[in-house]
């Protein structure tokens, strides 16, 4: 049983920043694409972004693109994003997803575990 576990969220103001955290366990984290997503209060959740299993590679939404970087580190079986110069716009749950895939993707049905779920809140 594979089982995602996400940290690090909370409340900021805008332009703070912010580092999720998203802990892997029962499957070996160097085989898996690692992905972000989140959902804001009455729509749909959507990609933030994705990073390949060698962490050569990565993509990024367009509204996150330089603002925010996905990291990870194999020996912590742990995925990382770095959230800067946050908006009010960012403001939701975020989640972290593993997908047995070779390459970065940002479509949801790709992936095949997610975490619960921490929530991010950017407000003055």
């Known amino acids: 049983q594979v089982q995602l576990v996400e940290s690090g969220g909370g409340l900021v103001q805008p332009g703070e920043s912010l580092r999720l955290s998203c802990v892997v366990s029962?499957?070996?984290?160097?085989?898996?694409?690692m992905g972000w997503f989140r959902q804001a209060p009455g729509k749909d959740r959507e990609f933030v972004a994705a990073i390949s299993y060698s962490g050569g590679h990565a993509l990024y939404s367009d509204s996150v693109k330089g603002r925010f970087t996905i990291s990870r580190d194999d020996a912590k079986n742990t995925a990382y994003v770095q959230m800067s110069n946050l908006k009010p716009e960012d403001t939701g749950v975020y989640y972290c997803?593993?997908?047995?895939?070779?390459?970065?993707?940002?479509?949801?049905?790709?992936?095949?575990?997610w975490g619960q779920g921490t929530q991010v809140t950017v407000s003055s």
């Open positions: 029962g499957r070996t984290f160097g085989t898996l694409v």
């Open positions: 997803a593993a997908a047995r895939q070779l390459v970065p993707r940002s479509s949801e049905s790709v992936y095949d575990y």
